[in-house]
DNA sequence: GCTAACTGCGTCACAACTGTTGCATATTGT
DNA sequence: ACAATATGCAACAGTTGTGACGCAGTTAGC
């Protein structure tokens, strides 16, 4: 639910879709009150073809929402947060989640409508990765008094700081300074 | 230049700019988009009043940039960044600033036009504050080898976020878990 | 108390965005 | 090739925001 598909897209159709979301995820990104033609012009489309597969403005937020969820889900997914070491997933979900800035910038920025599909997937996101904080804690990577949620939201910071300031660069490296900083900050080196 | 002073205001119209722009400081925090009419409701004045101090939409943020550019600076500046100890510094500066969150809210998002006041005293605070951290570096606190323009934006970051979701909450308390996770991070304490 | 400045209110023209419709044309799937 | 589906284009009404008026009534300052 949430996708308007009663039934199955055409091919070209299901084309228009993902262009025109992409297309809204670059444009809001910089401007969250761009028009809709503005997006549909970005899309490549014409803006009648933006409401016949999205209702209304709010409508295609919501999706954009929900596919910028799943692809943080499925970015953490690929880090495999249960099983790695702590520090391997932590390194390789920031590097993945660099990649797909697009979906992080705006899970970061709309507050997702309460009840909404991406608010459940958001939720599912935290979750996770508190979990892998609490793995990294139990190997004594972080303090054993740290409040992993303020920990998380930290981590969601330097990403946003990140991704606004080194847009473009080599995700490795920049993962790296990420996870260093949460886990030692600016201090002297032991 | 910026304030559209011409000659000195009197007594009840420098009022009405208070009032103005502190409303806009608070709708637009929370709705970028907020209409003139909404930001004159909320600061109990009519709408033409705004248009009669403030040419335009964009006369108004810029005024309000530069206004919230001066009281960070301000904040700032009552943290004696040159002559107190850095350790100290930072954690003054860090409670005044989220004492005058309005201000702090509204530099991190409108990223002001070049040229403008705004920008200038935005400079003049990130010089200002990376001279603190100097000092800090040159004291031990911070590793020999930090970036400190890297620290600057962590430390932005740790305010923004603490502000966003810890708006109230004990000043001090807030802005000791600042300090102390921009120096140590995430880590275990020694 | 008198003048100049300020404010609120109503009204106006203008521009921009939204959402919808009808129709001609092009693409897809079978 | 044919039918279903998609698309672009043009046009429409409706809404919202902007910026500018004039005017009557209030307030500040000398």
Chains 1, 2 share one sequence.
Request: hydrophobic fraction near 50%; glycine fraction near 6%; charged fraction near 25%.
């Amino acid at each position: 639910m949430g996708e308007a598909t009663v039934r199955p897209l055409r091919a070209d159709a299901e084309r228009s879709v993902r262009a025109i979301l992409e297309a809204a995820v670059r444009v809001l990104a910089e401007d969250p009150g761009a028009s809709m033609d503005a997006i549909a012009a970005a899309a490549g489309v014409a803006r009648t073809t933006v409401h016949r597969r999205f209702a209304n403005r709010q409508a295609l937020i919501e999706a954009l929402a929900s596919t910028a969820a799943r692809q943080l889900a499925d970015a953490v997914d690929d880090g495999r947060p249960d099983t790695a070491p702590p520090l391997v997933a932590m390194h390789r979900i920031t590097a993945n989640v660099l990649q797909v800035k697009g979906a992080w910038a705006f899970a970061l920025e709309l507050t997702p409508e309460p009840g909404s599909e991406a608010a459940a997937l958001q939720q599912d996101i935290d979750r996770r990765c508190v979990a892998v904080l609490e793995r990294a804690r139990a190997e004594g990577l972080i303090d054993a008094g740290a409040d992993l949620d303020w920990v998380r939201r930290v981590y969601y910071a330097l990403l946003g700081e990140t991704l606004r300031g080194d847009a473009d660069g080599d995700p490795d490296a920049l993962a790296a300074r990420i996870v260093d900083t949460l886990l030692r900050g600016a201090g002297p080196r032991a």
